[in-house]
């Protein structure tokens, strides 16, 4: 996906509900913006984690779901049609003096933006690393968190750990390439499909595929070589399983990853901001939400919006250098109506 | 008020007084006990405040229901004691709970 590069105003680092509601105030600022995100889909967090889960301090809101917060944005900054690039995740960004900024995904879109915005919560999701004793050296040639290619696996020995739908998807998918799938999981039932779950049952039943209840608790091997994986049983004793490839799948968690070597000031993980324009300690690159520490911040949703409106009227500085920022209400501005397409 | 002891891997204890309604992992975060992440806030939807209850606390406690059941399988380590301490309520008969947190959350 390389070639094009895209020109525009804003990029937005993270899709949550603070990156959804500055597409709101930028919006109204004739700000264009492009939204990155590694999730497939919009939300953050709250469309991740906790899509059901009620939410009681937005203001002027009783209550509302993570989903439903997430779905209300994205209705709210509809007539600013913002552009959304997901399952993608900022590897570089490369400074341009009063240009703005270039930068690439993972997968090679590019963009040439004025501002940046980092809105990326926790930081990107990232899968969990098993607390396993030579995990680290093994990974990449025989413990893999995700299958890019499934030719790769061919005619490996493969233990898959987990008890979700990646866990049985993958089991399914590699079954018949690998030379043998062992199924690790620490009780009988499944958080995934069905169907997947009776797909894999069959095979078990077939003689095809091995399914073990336990969990894998220690690897062996050598120079980043797995030989054999150590899988504590439900009676608590642990045997060895000759393999050479280790697939765990026990879901996700949150690193700050690229944007930490972007150069900017930090403190514990967050990006340092002032608390007039929320800008970071590169001129033009802006973090609001839970990324960002300043003396008093709360991590609040809230707080994200309040910093997302601030955020929005230094980014006019930077995109509109001649005009001059007049604040206007929703209320009564015709013009602010015309963009919401109100009026 | 409920008192509690987190007991670390290492053995370091940790007591607090909790109040009657908060939960087991609340009142960790609330003393700054180490050892307790609880990256998502509490939502059960993340298994870093991952917790071994200690035997004599188990009927106490009781069992973790299906939500949790699930979450645990996103921690290491598992065990027949093993709860999400953000899923325990805090109550007036829990005074003297003991529960081990694991080597590491995950």
């Known amino acids: ?343 | 008020m409920p008192r509690i002891t987190y007991i670390e891997h290492d053995g370091t204890r940790h007591e607090v007084e909790a109040e009657a309604g908060m939960t087991v992992m609340e009142a960790a975060v609330k003393n700054s006990v180490p050892g307790i992440e609880a990256e998502c806030g509490g939502a059960c939807s993340c298994a870093t405040c991952h917790v071994y209850v200690a035997d004599q606390w188990r009927a106490a406690t009781g069992q973790p229901e299906e939500m949790e059941e699930d979450m645990l399988d996103f921690a290491f380590d598992v065990r027949e004691t093993s709860r999400l301490s953000c899923q325990i309520k805090v109550t007036d008969e829990l005074d003297g709970l003991v529960v081990h947190t694991p080597e590491k959350q995950f």
């Open chain 1, 1 to 343: 996906m390389t070639g094009d590069v895209i020109k525009t105003d804003a990029v937005i680092i993270g899709a949550g509900p603070v990156a959804l509601f500055a597409i709101f105030e930028l919006g109204l600022l004739d700000i264009k913006a492009h939204v990155i995100d590694i999730l497939d889909k919009p939300g953050g967090q709250c469309a991740e984690l906790y899509p059901e889960k009620p939410i009681y301090d937005i203001p002027a809101l009783l209550v509302v779901s993570g989903q439903e917060l997430t779905d209300r944005l994205l209705q709210q900054i509809k007539p600013f049609n913002p552009v959304f690039h997901l399952q993608q995740r900022v590897d570089e960004l490369e400074a341009r003096g009063e240009d703005g900024f270039a930068l690439k995904t993972d997968t090679g879109t590019q963009f040439e933006t004025r501002i940046v915005i980092i809105a990326a919560g926790g930081g990107s999701f990232t899968p969990k690393r098993p607390p396993l004793k030579r995990i680290e050296e093994m990974e990449g040639k025989s413990v893999f968190y995700s299958v890019r290619r499934i030719e790769d696996f061919r005619d490996r020995t493969i233990v898959i750990a987990g008890g979700g739908d990646s866990a049985l998807d993958w089991a399914l998918a590699l079954q018949g390439v690998a030379k043998r799938v062992t199924l690790v999981h620490r009780r009988e039932e499944f958080r995934a499909a069905p169907d997947s779950v009776n797909k894999m049952r069959a095979l078990v039943d077939a003689g095809e595929m091995d399914f073990i209840i336990g969990q894998v608790m220690e690897l062996h091997g050598d120079a980043g070589q797995l030989t054999s994986a150590g899988i504590r049983g439900k009676d608590g004793e642990t045997s060895r399983l000759d393999c050479d490839t280790l697939l765990p799948f026990f879901g996700l968690t949150m690193k700050l990853g690229p944007v930490a070597d972007w150069g900017l000031n930090l403190n514990e993980n967050k990006i340092l901001v002032d608390t007039e324009k929320f800008e970071t300690s590169q001129q033009r690159i802006f973090a609001i939400g839970d990324i960002n520490s300043y003396p008093g911040k709360l991590k609040l949703i809230l707080s994200g919006f309040h910093e997302a409106a601030l955020m929005a009227r230094q980014a006019y500085h930077y995109v509109y250098p001649d005009a001059r920022y007049v604040l206007q209400y929703t209320t009564t501005s015709t013009s602010l109506q015309k963009k919401l397409g109100v009026r």
